[in-house]
């Protein structure tokens, strides 16, 4: 059995989301639709139809449960998925108190089930 390394425990999660992606100086070079796959406390796999740069930032406006929250984060991989669809996994760098509260509670949502 493989061990597990993640941080964090995965919940699976489909939810529509808005993102736009910032190169290092902080300009805007592109954005787009997907949807998430799963979500932790530290990061999110999210699906598009485009592969996102893993130099920049991003940041990203997910339909949790009934309200938007924006978090931002950086690219840690990009990788070909289904149908010519990209998965990329995104770590979190900062949540406000508001964005914590709201992820903890989608996450407990299913923990609890």
């Known amino acids: 059995m493989k061990e597990e390394k993640r941080k964090h425990a995965r919940y ?3 939810n529509l989301i808005s993102y736009l992606v910032m190169d290092e100086e902080g300009a805007e070079i592109a954005q787009g639709m997907g949807r ?3 979500v932790s406390q530290s990061g999110i796999l999210l699906e598009t139809h485009v592969a996102l740069d ?3 930032s991003i940041s990203l406006s997910i339909g949790l449960a009934e309200q ?3 978090i931002k984060g950086h690219v840690v991989f990009c990788h070909p998925g289904d149908d010519g669809k990209h998965e990329t ?4 760098e900062s949540l406000d108190e508001a964005a914590r509260q709201s992820l903890d509670q989608y996450i407990q949502a299913f923990q609890s089930q």
């Open 36 to 38: 998430t796959l799963n």
């Open 54 to 56: 893993l130099q920049g």
């Open 12 to 14: 699976d999660a489909l």
């Open 89 to 92: 996994g995104i770590e979190f």
């Open 68 to 70: 938007m929250v924006a």
